[in-house]
């Protein structure tokens, strides 16, 4: 079984500065990672992805994410945010076994970026 | 630039009635899933199915719903005899298949509204 926790409903944050959504997880099969992003009205946009390698990836927008296997977390920032940054934020993994990859998703994180 | 497209975007139906949510995915995709999002809660994966059946369901995919691939191109959920509690949007998303990592893209989802 999987399951996704995001520590934070809603992070307000001011244009221009940094921000770290938070993103834990456990599973007992070793999971790829992922952030999607939804932006109000639309669907689910797939931000960044952790399968193997490096562990910090990069993804759209400038965002960027640590995979920490001791802390089982994958955390997501960004140096310098935008208004146009303002959308709801979903942290999830699959199981990395061919044939279940179906996600397991976060509750969401509001990043809500103010002039 | 390819889209999984859903039909329609906004559906209302009373209690009881069967409603059938309609999803076209990317032409050469292989894997499909149904997602959906209570309003204020996490995107729950409902079921995914590959080669005309089901490769796995969540507890909620329960004898209530089923899905169909009716003619090579259409993706539809079918909910019987709907609940207020069914309320929810609900996603498609589609996905190439292979053994390594492909990504699922996902549709703009159906709301779905029981009164």
């Known amino acids: 079984a999987q399951s996704v926790t995001q520590l934070d409903s809603q992070v307000p944050v001011f244009e221009e500065a940094p921000v770290e959504l938070r993103c834990n997880y456990s599973s007992s099969v070793s999971v790829y990672l992922f952030w999607y992003v939804q932006y109000p009205n639309q669907g689910l946009q797939l931000l960044l992805k952790?399968?193997?390698?490096?562990?910090l990836v990069k993804g759209i927008n400038g965002f960027e994410a640590e995979f920490n296997k001791s802390q089982t977390s994958f955390h997501l920032r960004k140096p310098s945010v935008h208004i146009s940054d303002t959308a709801e934020y979903f942290c999830a993994v699959s199981d990395r076994r061919t044939g279940r990859r179906a996600l397991t998703f976060g509750s969401g994180t509001r990043l809500q970026v103010q002039p | 630039e390819p889209e999984v497209t859903q039909t329609p975007s906004h559906q209302v139906t009373q209690m009881g009635q069967e409603v059938i949510l309609r999803c076209v995915p990317i032409?050469?995709?292989?894997?499909f899933y149904w997602y959906r999002q209570i309003l204020g809660q996490k995107v729950e994966f409902l079921v995914s199915f590959y080669n005309n059946e089901i490769s796995e369901k969540s507890e909620i995919f329960d004898d209530q719903f089923s899905v169909e691939r009716p003619d090579g191109s259409n993706f539809t959920l079918k909910i019987r005899s709907t609940k207020l509690e069914d309320s929810a949007m609900y996603f498609c998303a589609s996905r190439i298949g292979g053994t390594g990592f492909t990504e699922a893209f996902f549709g703009q989802g159906t709301r779905l509204t029981v009164v």
């Open positions: 032409s050469n995709h292989l894997y």
């Open positions: 952790y399968l193997s390698g490096s562990t």
